[in-house]
């Protein structure tokens, strides 16, 4: 996929840069003031923030590419099975990824945007809007951090045995399963982080592992996957096979480590 990944013109990558940075602008426009919070079926927090950015990127993106449809998490519900299973090129957008934390007010929350060709993330952007970065990538190309108007490459970290590991635990979402494959590690650093964020700093070299026992959803990780995977990182399932996209009834996703180095021992770690 990594040709059709090339093919994504640098009119359509900015395009969809700048269409992150104007969802961001929005958030931070809620982020400024006081919000409501709704609870949906699912007991996860929606707000305006939310269904703001959501907005903003759906339209922009129907501008920009008129021909490729789009996936939010906001109107995931109102989209039929059996049209999005016959889709093999979409938009997969968290608008506000980590609505825990942009309750919480701590920052760390993201806008996802991913572009999926038959299954597999071959683009991936995440804006952080507290901060203003962006990083962008895609798998066989590469990944950039970008601040202000300057690009960065990034290359996941290669770890030479010398302890700890860094690994991302979730502030939200820690659960025994975790705790206990931190056991089997050993000696790690735990760096908790929220949102998809996790992801851009294992492209970084910031992070090693990051870990995920509990259902998550597509859109959470397909931008994160395509940025690490264009860093020289994975994304697995237990079973040691590349997360894919719209191929299932259900797009909650099953667990999954995330490793900028592939030559972990990660299979060691999994708890029985």
Not at 198 to 207: D, H, I, P, Q, S
């Amino acid at each position: 996929m990594a040709d059709a990944a090339a093919a994504l013109d640098a009119r359509t990558r900015d395009g969809v840069i700048a269409i992150a940075h104007a969802a961001a602008a929005a958030i931070l426009d809620v982020y400024a003031g006081a919000f409501d919070v709704i609870r949906k079926a699912d007991a996860s927090p929606v707000t305006a923030a939310d269904l703001a950015a959501h907005h903003v990127i759906v339209d922009g993106l129907s501008r920009l590419t008129p021909d490729i449809p789009v996936l939010s998490e906001e109107s995931a519900e109102s989209v039929a099975l059996d049209t999005r299973r016959r889709w093999t090129r979409m938009w997969l957008v968290d608008p506000l990824d980590g609505t825990r934390e942009f309750v919480k007010r701590n920052g760390e929350f993201s806008v996802n945007i991913a572009l999926i060709e038959h299954g597999v993330a071959v683009f991936g952007v995440i804006q952080a809007p507290v901060t203003g970065t962006l990083w962008h990538g895609a798998p066989g190309v590469g990944a950039w951090r970008r601040d202000g108007a300057v690009d960065t490459r990034l290359r996941a970290r290669r770890f030479e045995g010398v302890a700890p590991l860094r690994v991302a635990a979730s502030r939200s979402h820690r659960d025994p399963r975790t705790t206990a494959l931190l056991a089997r590690i050993g000696k790690t650093e735990p760096m908790p982080l929220g949102s998809s964020l996790k992801f851009c700093r294992l492209a970084e070299g910031a992070l090693d592992v990051y870990p995920r026992f509990g259902p998550t959803s597509e859109w959470d990780t397909a931008a994160g996957q395509a940025i690490l995977e264009g860093a020289g990182g994975v994304v697995l399932d237990p079973a040691g096979r590349p997360f894919r996209y719209n191929q299932r009834d259900s797009l909650l996703n099953g667990d999954f480590i995330a490793l900028g180095d592939p030559s972990l021992p990660w299979r060691d770690w999994l708890p029985g």
